[in-house]
């Protein structure tokens, strides 16, 4: 159902008619959504099609989200956007464009994110793919806990406003763990880092294709293959196979295994 037939002007609303009556929305105008409160979200737990601007006016919260899917699926060619370049206030970095726990994000835009691009926790079978995510101020996507995450074909560039500045942070949070997570056809530039796997709660990260033109950062254990990687600092475990390597000045000896690199 196209949001033209919806008698609606209100995007809280069509989510609202999207998930009770289980149907597919199509959301083709623009919309701006003002939050009242950090927990002020669009929940998504069906499927919608997003054609148009989402977007939400300025406020000074240290974290937010504006659409959380739970268990939908959100497509298009339209894009979400925060409030980084208009945000009032000058505290946190947690305020995040869309959170995803169970679903799939496809196709679209995410940009000027008080923090997260994308934000992944309590992840079950989890999907992003086709996604351009830009000019966010923590990370472009960021896995904090849950498996089988899925991140395909992304485009991640201009995230190097906080300290972290990660095209994908995997970095699980105390007391949490993060399983299976592919990485496919990442293409990312002017991050950062390229990708971040923070610490050793991480088990079976494997990335594969991907143009890695910003630092590549790993404390906890990454595989890698079939790669283009500019520049490396490890002080964790990391396999390469099948790479191409720019500089690995940052590598340290006896903490990487390197098959048919050069």
Request: proline share 0%; aromatic share 6%; net charge negative.
């Amino acid at each position: 159902v196209k949001d033209k037939f919806l008698n609606t002007d209100s995007i809280d609303e069509i989510f609202k008619i999207c998930n009770e009556n289980k149907i597919k929305c199509i959301v083709n105008n623009n919309y701006s959504k003002s939050l009242k409160n950090s927990e002020d979200k669009l929940v998504l737990s069906h499927d919608l099609e997003l054609n148009g601007i989402l977007s939400i006016t300025a406020n000074d919260l240290s974290n937010y989200c504006i659409v959380e899917i739970n268990e939908g699926n959100l497509s298009g060619h339209g894009e979400i956007r925060g409030d980084m370049s208009i945000h009032t206030g000058s505290s946190g970095e947690w305020g995040n464009c869309v959170q995803l726990i169970k679903g799939s994000v496809k196709g679209i835009k995410v940009t000027e994110a008080w923090g997260d691009g994308i934000y992944i926790y309590n992840a079950d079978n989890a999907l992003v793919e086709n996604v351009e995510v830009y000019n966010c101020r923590r990370n472009g996507i960021s896995v904090i806990s849950g498996e089988n995450v899925k991140i395909n074909e992304c485009y991640i560039h201009d995230i190097k406003t906080t300290i972290l500045g990660a095209s994908i942070d995997i970095e699980p949070n105390e007391g949490k763990s993060v399983k299976n997570v592919f990485i496919e056809n990442l293409k990312e530039h002017n991050n950062t880092y390229s990708i971040l796997v923070a610490n050793a709660l991480s088990m079976n990260v494997f990335a594969n294709n991907c143009e890695l033109l910003s630092t590549l950062r790993v404390i906890g254990t990454l595989y890698i293959n079939q790669s283009k990687i500019n520049e490396i600092y490890s002080a964790g475990f990391l396999q390469m196979s099948n790479c191409e390597i720019s500089d690995v000045t940052n590598l340290q000896s006896g903490s990487s295994e390197i098959v048919n690199c050069n």
